[in-house]
């Protein structure tokens, strides 16, 4: 049941931030009588749905969720409250809110009502599919997500920068879902002259990320996807005072642009942050992604590896100088996993948590 409530929070992916997806499912006589999901922020919460749909089942019934109820007043009512109305008997819950505003205060609710409640079911797949939620309540940033394809010998493009295509359909399908998942996309000046990219999640229905360019100069092609096409909206970030014609023809073309200074990927995410980001993925190149990391703004590394040599002293790679000087220095990833794509192979790990 807890695995269902995950499928139906899935439905919402990308579009629920700041806040979390949430799955519920309430069982009667071993029967699913009703089912709900967090759809966006400002819309009932997923519980709320489940109670709808059961109707006068929900009474004496048990109801799956995979965050613990709210217990507070914010864009809605508290859930804890409308199931202890409703007259459930019981709640199993994937995992206890971090969010201040709830911590156990929902659980604790629920007990005092004489509910009985189990936590902790499916816990690690809860939290990981609100790792963008838990990290933005826990650290008051966005989760970093650094993704780069590359070859086995470690490059991300020929010397001359020619990099369509690294790695296998499958694999780049597999990037548009991650995509689809995130608030917000993140390249720098570089890879819009060179690769000219789209960032859009490219299927159809499903959620495009916000397509942002990071560039100090703002010495940028005029014509580029990311301001010719509006598939998905565009944000240009620079300095105050860059290139103002451009600029100019930017917000002509529909495309925002906001000056922060200096701007950094600390001072990038701490601007998402604002608007209600949970989760980031930076798709840029090496320089970029040094700085992200090296600031804290990257928390896990999706690399995925082509079973290709392309050679070349010059030829890019995916993270730039971190300026280390020995092994012991080296960052290691944790939590690892490795999957194969057709003949592509992808290492998901996370960096070393930094407070
Ligand atoms: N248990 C639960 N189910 C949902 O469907 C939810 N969206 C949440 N969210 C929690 O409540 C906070 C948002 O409250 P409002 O939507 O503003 O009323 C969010 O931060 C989570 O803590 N929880
Ligand atoms: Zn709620």
Known sequence: MMQRCLELARRAVGRTSPNPMVGAVIVKDG?????????????????????KAAGADARGATIYVSLEPCNH?????????????????????????????????????????GIEVVVGVEEEACKKLNEGFVHRILYKRPF?????????????????????????EAA??????????????????????????????????AHNPLRIVMSRSLELPEKAHLWQTSEAPTLVLTEQGANPGFQELLRKLGVEVVELTPLTPTRAMAYLYERGFCS????????????????????KVLAFIAPKIIGGDSAPTPVGDLGFNTMTEALSLERVEMRVVGSDCVVEGYLPTRH
């Open 73 to 113: 007043y914010g864009r809605t009512p508290p859930c804890s409250e409308a199931l202890v109305a409703a007259g459930v008997s019981k709640v199993v819950v994937g995992m206890v809110d971090p969010n201040p505003l709830v911590a156990g205060g929902g659980i604790a609710r629920l007990r005092a009502a």
């Open 172 to 205: 780049r399908h597999q990037v548009h879902q991650v995509r689809s998942a995130c608030d917000a996309v993140i390249v720098g000046g570089n890879t819009v002259r060179h690769d000219n990219p789209h960032l859009t999640s490219h299927q159809e229905g």
């Open 31 to 51: 029967k699913i009588v009703g089912e709900g999901f967090h759809p966006r922020a400002g819309e009932p919460h997923a519980e709320v749905f489940a109670l």
């Open 280 to 299: 980031v993925l930076w798709e840029c190149g090496g320089v970029l992604a040094a700085s992200a990391i090296a600031q804290g703004a990257v928390q």
């Open 144 to 168: 970093g997500i650094l993704k780069y394809a590359m070859t086995l010998d470690g490059k991300i493009a020929t010397s001359t920068g020619h990099s369509a295509w690294i790695t296998n």
